[in-house]
């Protein structure tokens, strides 16, 4: 006679992946007509990581919780338990155990970068997307839902200047960008999952403004003579100049000129940085 054979099930809400070793989970019994020693006498279970079975003295089986569960590396135990009576010969009858591991949430989202760098023109408009930060959370529902935003010490200036789409974590231009104020901007965003308790993440964000010709040079007259006699020696100095434009690069260098008819000439001074502004002839 073969032992009958039952499909055992374990209610989700009592398998949840918080729970502590030693918990203790009842199956329900197998049937077996036969009586005396022809009867179910013991179980097995089939080799776990995680849990293993007790059988108490009316023969009711039970799963215990041996080690602590992760459903993120295995969110679902199939297990085999097989029932084995005393007869001769020796019968048994075998069910399917699924435990189904119920998330709880103890995974932090995780940004796939530290630090994000990017470039932007000091020209961009408000609205411009500039970059997209993204976070991964392990645990599954609200538990792994996402939201980004700037983080809590968050300068006023950032504030202002940029903003964050908190579904998609696309950062983009708020206010109106300057190289020359502020060439690099360095701030921090936070992702946060919905659970309860709620975990966070954080990444550092580096944005350089990139320059554009957007500032005319200016001409500082640091020395002058005035009036020039008119009996001055040829090469006399008459002025000393320097240029200065705020700009970086090419769009920050200056080149000073004059006139092809012009009575005077520019000679560099010894440190190259002013002008001098000499006579080419003498005065009439």
């Not at 039970?62 to 993120?72: G, I, Q």
């Not at 530290?114 to 645990?139: C, M, R």
Request: hydrophobic residues 35%; glycine residues 6%.
């Amino acid at each position: 006679m073969a032992v009958g054979q039952v499909r055992y099930s374990i209610p989700e809400e009592m398998v949840i992946e918080s729970a502590s070793p030693g918990a203790r989970y009842s199956l329900e019994s197998a049937s077996d007509p036969d009586v005396a020693m022809n009867t179910i006498q013991t179980y097995k279970l089939n080799p776990s990581d995680n849990f293993k079975l007790n059988v108490d003295g009316r023969k009711i089986p039970e799963l215990v919780l041996e080690k602590p569960l992760d459903r993120e590396k295995m969110p679902v135990h199939n297990l085999i338990l097989t029932a084995v009576d005393g007869g001769d010969p020796v019968r048994s009858g075998t069910s399917e155990i699924t435990v189904i591991v119920l998330d709880i949430n103890d995974n932090a989202p995780q940004f796939e970068k530290q630090v994000y760098e990017t470039n932007v023109s000091e020209k961009a408009t408000p609205g411009t997307e500039i970059l997209h930060v993204k976070a991964t959370d392990a645990d599954e529902g609200v538990n792994g839902e996402i939201e980004y935003f700037f983080a809590e010490q968050t300068s006023d200036l950032i504030l202002s200047l940029f903003a964050i789409e908190s579904s998609t974590g696309t950062i983009v231009v708020r206010g109106n960008l300057d190289h020359e104020t502020n060439s690099l901007h360095r701030f921090d965003i936070t992702a946060k999952d919905k659970g309860n308790p709620q975990l966070d993440g954080h990444c550092g964000i580096e944005i350089k403004i990139l320059d554009i010709n957007d500032n005319n040079p200016e001409i500082i007259v640091t020395s002058l003579t005035s009036p020039v006699p008119e009996d001055s020696a040829v090469g006399t100095v008459i002025a000393l100049i320097s240029a200065k434009d705020p700009d970086s690069g090419d769009n920050g260098k200056v080149l000073l000129t004059l006139s092809p008819k012009s009575l005077f000439k520019l000679n560099p001074s010894l440190n190259g940085m002013p002008i001098n502004y000499t006579s080419s002839t003498k005065f009439r």
